[in-house]
């Protein structure tokens, strides 16, 4: 191991360490514009340089390896005039225009120049002007404020594996931005801003809004998928401006949805106190009221031999499951809950993986039955880098994968509704079956399933099933995990999924969603509350949810806007937001995060478990009296405790909804119309995300529709 000396600090680091690593492992900063700790050195910029005796030349410390022996200088005289040119250089051509900057505050060329550079600057000449491109409604990029040090361009090509964002001309005309598109924003666009160290890259989200030191920030967790990525939330007069991702924590990226989805917080046509159908018009009504009319209801339809039911977002915290759980179960005496509102039929299931970082390592990966850089953005990413950085080997068996096919050796793309026939399909090729007749009519020919089997049997494999995976498709990743001896990693939808399962809401009598609304269609659920998800989006037969809301005798919807679903409520309480209340969240991995508070709640707006708590008083057997969320945590906790249950098929013979195996086509929601509440991200909105159908090529022809079409579907 090298020896080397530092600022007069002696230190033995492994060989290979750069100066930079090492001098910070001692404490000593260096500063640096284009080296990023997740990004590969580039060497770029010079802000590094540092001195070693006996060189003559400066050094740049992001990419020198020490060698044994070097004294090194990281304050020498020397070094302070480089950095004094480097930064005089560096703002020649930036404009002075930090008063109207979104970065100032927390602009590293501010930083630097102020700590390192000069007070004034000596160029009396023109510097050089670019117009302000204006990329759509997520980012500005102004190349006068750019410093070259191609952060974003380098995200854009190591991590993301390409994206039409690029350095083009040379040398101090070099331009940076994207070539082709005018409107950019390609899923993890968040992470280019986040990376800029300077103003260059700013968000429209932000724009104008406030100083970055006027907002305190609060660390909480992404509400938007299980992956459960940690963000720090910015807020100013009890308005969520602006996300922050310091923790760098499950990965150090996020996608747009954790950076940017969040308007929907501050939006105007929340609802903020509770409502009570009057005719055709919805009334304002105190709480005391609401709650009176929500118990008397449900009492009433009981006493008339109805049933009671409650559905609530997969989206949720612990204690918000646990809560409305008990409150059905013990007070109502109702067993039928459940969180599975965007249709699937299967529970979680438990994974040897800890960690994304146990995922980095994966040898090979087969991904089935989702586009998983739509649910599980940053796996997705992840799963790209183990393949990009590590050589990992990627199979996809999803139909119209969107962002994982440019890493894939083999990515046979299903026909719509074929996936788990294909799947079946590999598990007989697997175990040297005969497998022919199942890969009929799917898409897929012989020779890449070969190569499929025959890569998967060559490394330990990572087997990600997705949420389109309805039971028996599991069961066969389950068996094809058992002959290959991969680890499993089941998906489920929502931020929150695994905790609603482990809190126990759900059906133990086996229902589902599915069920239930059946049960509520053919009247004999006459009451139904439904907890932040507007079915007619989400659920994917709108048919049964329409008869399924119209026979009801009394639905409640406890939601921040009045969806369509809340259009057929006839008593509306208002909710909280994923940053008004903190609570518990099982990620991917299992992992329990907990969801911080960063703002007071809105109006007379209130979270779940609060809602169950004042029902369960209202009806006269209070489940505690918990004053705070933290109370109930504890219970949450206990629960956690327990080994989740293995519940593999609690729907057998459920009907698939909408994608079924041959059916022709395979709809989904875009990336920016993904997640909680994100019809009302005016961001997302603007960038007017169609959903995306996928035909069947022979349907497709036989019905006359070509590629890029507009299509209406009916379900
Ligand atoms: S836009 Fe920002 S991150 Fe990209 S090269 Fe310029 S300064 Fe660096
Ligand atoms: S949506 Fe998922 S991947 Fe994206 S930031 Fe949120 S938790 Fe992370
Ligand atoms: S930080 Fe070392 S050259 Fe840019």
Same mark, same amino acid.
């Given at each position: 191991?090298?020896?080397?000396?530092?600022?007069?600090?002696?230190?033995?680091?492994?060989?290979?360490?750069?100066?930079?690593?090492?001098?910070?492992?001692?404490?000593?900063?260096?500063?640096?514009?284009?080296? *990023?700790?997740?990004?590969?050195?580039?060497?770029?910029?010079?802000?590094?340089?540092?001195?070693?005796?006996?060189?003559?030349? /400066?050094?740049?410390?992001?990419?020198?390896?020490?060698?044994?022996?070097?004294?090194?200088? &990281?304050?020498?005289?020397?070094?302070?005039?480089?950095?004094?040119?480097?930064?005089?250089?560096?703002?020649?051509?930036?404009?002075?225009?930090?008063?109207? !900057?979104?970065?100032?505050?927390?602009?590293?060329?501010?930083?630097? =120049? $102020?700590?390192?550079?000069?007070?004034?600057?000596?160029?009396?000449?023109?510097?050089?002007?670019?117009? &302000?491109?204006?990329?759509?409604?997520?980012? +500005?990029?102004?190349? #006068?404020? !750019?410093?070259?040090?191609?952060?974003?361009?380098? %995200?854009?090509?190591?991590?993301?594996?390409?994206?039409?964002?690029?350095?083009?001309?040379?040398?101090?005309?070099?331009?940076?931005?994207?070539?082709?598109?005018?409107?950019?924003?390609?899923?993890?666009?968040?992470?280019?801003?986040?990376?800029?160290?300077?103003?260059?890259?700013?968000?429209?989200?932000?724009?104008?809004?406030?100083?970055?030191?006027?907002?305190?920030?609060?660390?909480?967790? !992404?509400?938007?998928?299980?992956?459960?990525?940690?963000?720090?939330?910015?807020?100013?007069?009890?308005?969520?401006?602006?996300?922050?991702?310091?923790?760098?924590?499950?990965?150090?990226?996020?996608?747009?949805?954790?950076?940017?989805?969040?308007?929907?917080?501050?939006?105007?046509?929340?609802?903020?106190?509770? /409502?009570?159908?009057?005719?055709?018009?919805?009334?304002?009504?105190?709480?005391?009221?609401?709650?009176?009319?929500?118990?008397?209801?449900?009492?009433?339809?009981?006493?008339?031999?109805?049933? =009671?039911?409650?559905?609530?977002?997969? *989206?949720?915290?612990?204690?918000?499951?646990?809560?409305?759980?008990?409150?059905?179960?013990? +007070? =109502?005496?109702?067993?039928?809950?459940?969180?599975?509102?965007?249709?699937?039929?299967?529970?979680?299931?438990?994974?040897?993986?800890?960690?994304?970082?146990? +995922?980095?390592?994966?040898?090979?990966?087969? =991904?089935?039955?989702?586009?998983?850089?739509?649910?599980?953005?940053?796996?997705?990413?992840?799963?790209?880098?183990?393949?990009?950085?590590?050589?990992?080997?990627?199979?996809?068996?999803?139909?119209?994968? #969107?962002?994982?096919?440019?890493?894939?050796?083999?990515? &046979?793309?299903?026909?719509?509704?074929?996936?788990?026939?294909?799947?079946?399909?590999?598990?007989?090729?697997?175990?040297?079956?005969?497998?022919?007749? /199942?890969?009929?009519?799917?898409?897929?020919?012989?020779?890449?399933?070969?190569?499929?089997?025959?890569?998967?049997?060559?490394?330990?494999?990572?087997?990600?099933?997705?949420?389109?995976? %309805?039971?028996?498709?599991?069961?066969?990743?389950?068996?094809?995990?058992?002959?290959?001896?991969?680890?499993?990693?089941?998906?489920?939808?929502?931020?929150?999924?695994?905790?609603?399962?482990?809190?126990?809401?759900?059906?133990?009598?086996?229902?589902?969603?599915?069920?239930?609304?059946?049960?509520?269609?053919?009247?004999?659920?006459?009451?139904?509350?439904?907890?932040?998800?507007?079915?007619?989006?989400?659920?994917?037969?709108?048919?049964?949810?329409?008869?399924?809301?119209?026979? /009801?005798?009394?639905?409640?919807?406890?939601?921040?806007? $009045?969806?369509?679903?809340?259009?057929?409520?006839?008593?509306?309480?208002?909710?909280?937001?994923?940053?008004?209340?903190?609570?518990?969240?099982?990620?991917?991995?299992?992992?329990?995060?907990?969801?911080?508070?960063?703002?007071?709640?809105?109006?007379?707006?209130?979270?779940?478990?609060?809602?169950?708590? *004042?029902?369960?008083?209202?009806?006269?057997?209070?489940?505690?009296? %918990?004053?705070?969320?933290?109370?109930?945590?504890?219970?949450?906790?206990?629960?956690?405790?327990?080994?989740?249950?293995?519940?593999?098929?609690?729907?057998?013979?459920?009907?698939?909804?909408?994608?079924?195996?041959?059916?022709?086509?395979?709809?989904?929601?875009?990336?920016?119309?993904?997640?909680?509440?994100?019809?009302?991200?005016?961001?997302?909105?603007?960038?007017?995300?169609?959903?995306?159908?996928?035909?069947?090529?022979?349907?497709?022809?036989?019905?006359?529709?070509?590629?890029?079409?507009?299509?209406?579907?009916?379900?």
């Amino acid at each position: 191991m090298p020896k080397v000396v530092i600022d007069g600090i002696e230190l033995e680091v492994p060989a290979g360490t750069t100066i930079l690593k090492a001098a910070a492992k001692v404490g000593i900063d260096i500063p640096a514009f284009c080296y *990023h700790p997740y990004l590969k050195p580039a060497g770029i910029c010079r802000m590094c340089l540092v001195e070693v005796k006996g060189n003559p030349r /400066l050094l740049p410390a992001c990419i020198t390896e020490v060698q044994d022996g070097w004294e090194i200088y &990281t304050n020498s005289d020397a070094v302070k005039e480089a950095r004094k040119w480097l930064l005089e250089f560096l703002i020649v051509n930036h404009p002075l225009d930090c008063p109207i !900057c979104d970065q100032a505050g927390d602009c590293e060329l501010q930083d630097f =120049v $102020f700590k390192y550079g000069e007070p004034e600057q000596r160029l009396r000449d023109e510097s050089f002007k670019y117009p &302000t491109r204006y990329l759509g409604p997520l980012i +500005v990029h102004q190349m #006068s404020r !750019c410093i070259l040090c191609r952060r974003c361009v380098r %995200f854009g090509e190591e991590v993301m594996g390409g994206a039409d964002w690029g350095a083009y001309e040379r040398g101090h005309e070099t331009v940076v931005g994207p070539y082709e598109s005018e409107i950019f924003a390609d899923r993890y666009t968040f992470n280019m801003e986040a990376l800029c160290p300077v103003g260059a890259i700013t968000t429209n989200i932000y724009r104008y809004k406030t100083r970055i030191w006027k907002l305190d920030f609060t660390p909480s967790v !992404c509400a938007h998928c299980e992956v459960g990525c940690w963000l720090d939330l910015g807020e100013r007069d009890n308005q969520l401006l602006k996300v922050k991702h310091t923790a760098v924590y499950p990965s150090p990226w996020i996608c747009d949805r954790g950076g940017y989805g969040f308007e929907f917080v501050n939006h105007s046509e929340r609802i903020l106190v509770p /409502l009570k159908r009057e005719g055709n018009k919805m009334k304002a009504v105190s709480w005391k009221e609401a709650l009176g009319l929500v118990v008397g209801k449900i009492k009433e339809l009981v006493a008339q031999g109805g049933k =009671v039911a409650a559905l609530a977002s997969p *989206h949720l915290t612990c204690e918000d499951y646990l809560l409305l759980g008990r409150f059905m179960k013990e +007070v =109502v005496g109702s067993d039928l809950v459940d969180y599975r509102l965007y249709g699937g039929l299967s529970h979680p299931e438990k994974t040897s993986l800890k960690s994304l970082d146990d +995922v980095v390592k994966g040898e090979a990966f087969l =991904v089935v039955g989702e586009d998983v850089s739509l649910h599980h953005p940053v796996l997705a990413l992840t799963i790209g880098e183990a393949c990009s950085d590590n050589g990992a080997s990627l199979y996809l068996l999803v139909t119209a994968d #969107s962002f994982l096919c440019k890493f894939a050796q083999v990515n &046979t793309n299903p026909l719509p509704g074929y996936e788990e026939r294909v799947l079946e399909a590999l598990l007989a090729a697997v175990e040297g079956k005969d497998y022919e007749a /199942l890969l009929e009519g799917s898409g897929v020919d012989k020779e890449a399933l070969e190569k499929v089997a025959q890569g998967l049997k060559e490394k330990k494999p990572v087997l990600v099933g997705g949420n389109r995976l %309805f039971p028996k498709g599991r069961e066969l990743l389950r068996k094809l995990g058992e002959v290959l001896g991969g680890e499993l990693l089941f998906l489920d939808w929502g931020s929150n999924a695994k905790g609603a399962f482990q809190m126990g809401f759900w059906s133990s009598q086996g229902g589902s969603v599915e069920e239930i609304l059946k049960q509520c269609a053919s009247g004999e659920v006459k009451a139904l509350f439904v907890s932040s998800m507007d079915l007619f989006r989400d659920y994917p037969n709108g048919a049964l949810v329409k008869e399924a809301l119209s026979n /009801l005798d009394f639905l409640v919807v406890h939601d921040m806007f $009045f969806t369509e679903t809340a259009s057929y409520s006839d008593c509306f309480i208002p909710a909280t937001s994923f940053a008004e209340d903190g609570g518990t969240v099982v990620n991917l991995f299992w992992e329990p995060q907990n969801r911080k508070r960063a703002l007071r709640p809105w109006g007379e707006s209130l979270p779940l478990w609060k809602v169950a708590l *004042h029902l369960s008083k209202e009806w006269g057997e209070p489940l505690g009296d %918990f004053q705070d969320v933290k109370e109930v945590s504890q219970l949450v906790s206990q629960e956690l405790s327990k080994e989740p249950s293995q519940v593999h098929q609690l729907s057998s013979g459920g009907q698939v909804p909408l994608e079924g195996e041959g059916l022709p086509a395979l709809f989904e929601y875009p990336f920016y119309k993904v997640g909680v509440a994100i019809d009302y991200c005016n961001a997302f909105v603007q960038l007017e995300p169609e959903p995306r159908v996928t035909l069947n090529a022979e349907y497709a022809e036989e019905v006359g529709f070509k590629e890029g079409e507009k299509v209406a579907m009916e379900v």
